[in-house]
């Protein structure tokens, strides 16, 4: 890695950028530095600089409608919140830092002795080296922040802006790779809801058995692909989200689960328990539950969760796991006294 002598003067500069960088890159405060999306337009203001190699976002699916997030079923990981990538060619670099430093009125195209006014250590400042004579040879390279990422986790990307010849991988944690994008594309993917079809129709039944089910065709992998592009470099990374088990809660305590654990595994068809036939009414189905009481004149909140689990593969033949998800719905189910006449 090639590093510039003017690298002591952006520890000041790394500080400050922290609170004007987003994931698709740098930008003013006030400004709109553009969203790195498939579905959305990258479009920059005409003041926004920088923000050349963008993280976008390819999926592919799932249903466009009643779906959600998932969430990790490990409390503890969460998606990157920062990392490095390419942000400036040499000049965008200059223009970036002598607006940062001037202000936004500062014209880029004054000649650089008109700066000469100043304290010895503000010229220096001014008359860094920016490699502009290597501006086809390498670029820039700036931490770059998830949306939600706060002040503490901005920390682990506090290094000064670094210059990296085209083609070469910088050796500092948290540079851009395949399983960081991973990691962003996980939190990218959306999954199907989890209504699932209940029978014998109407208000289920005091101890009778509610069969609980999902299609076939309800549940198939969802994928998304995260991708950067740079002169010189191009990672992606795949990841993948494949339906496992679906898990019921019954939203009260007077219920039995079937099976007992309340999770229901996935048939190799790719569907859920067994849809309900006419005269099943009294058999124990593989997916369900036996409600114990009447849920009176209102209804129990019975909780369906998917549980996915989450492979990735990316350039250079890397792949791995990231922790299962989950996504639920909840619906309403009336229960009811079984009515009998008495002669």
Do not use: L, V
């Given at each position: 890695m090639q590093v510039s002598g003017a690298r002591k003067h952006l520890v000041v500069l790394a500080a400050g950028a922290a609170l004007v960088l987003t994931v698709g890159g740098p930008a003013f405060a006030g400004e709109d530095p553009g969203i790195s999306d498939s579905s959305t337009s990258a479009t920059k203001k005409k003041d926004t600089i920088g923000a050349v190699a963008r993280v976008s976002y390819t999926k592919s699916g799932g249903s466009a409608s009643r779906s959600g997030a998932i969430t990790s079923v490990d409390p503890s990981w969460t998606p990157p919140?920062?990392?490095?990538?390419?942000?400036?060619?040499?000049?965008?670099?200059r223009e970036f830092r002598d607006r940062l430093y001037f202000g936004a009125?500062?014209?880029?195209?004054?000649?650089r002795d008109a700066l000469k006014d100043m304290s010895d250590e503000n010229r220096s400042y001014a008359e860094d080296d920016y490699n502009i004579d290597k501006e086809k040879e390498g670029m820039w390279w700036g931490a770059q922040f998830s949306p939600d990422a706060t002040l503490e986790e901005q920390q682990k990307c506090n290094e000064p802006p670094f210059w990296v010849k085209n083609g070469e991988t910088p050796d500092v944690p948290n540079v851009i790779?395949?399983?960081i994008l991973a990691g962003l594309a996980y939190r990218q993917i959306k999954v199907p809801g989890t209504e699932v079809s209940l029978a014998p129709g109407g208000a289920s039944k005091v101890n009778l058995p509610t069969w609980a089910w999902l299609d076939k065709g309800e549940f198939k992998p969802v994928s998304v692909t995260a991708s950067l592009d740079a002169p010189g470099l191009h990672i992606e990374a795949t990841t993948t989200a494949k339906p496992v088990s679906l898990t019921i809660k019954p939203g009260t305590d007077d219920a039995e689960l079937l099976p007992g654990s309340g999770t229901c595994e996935l048939n190799d068809d790719g569907s859920i328990g067994e849809p309900f036939a006419k005269g099943r009414a009294g058999q124990t189905?593989?997916?369900g539950v036996v409600y114990q009481r009447s849920s009176g004149t209102g209804t129990y909140a019975l909780q369906a969760t998917a549980t996915w689990r989450i492979t990735w593969t990316g350039t250079g033949g890397a792949q791995g796991t990231l922790p299962d998800g989950e996504y639920g719905n909840d619906q309403a189910v009336k229960v009811e006294e079984i009515q009998s006449v008495n002669r």
């Open positions: 919140p920062c990392w490095y990538a390419p942000e400036w060619k040499a000049t965008e670099f009125r500062h014209d880029p195209d004054a000649p790779s395949p399983e189905p593989p997916c």
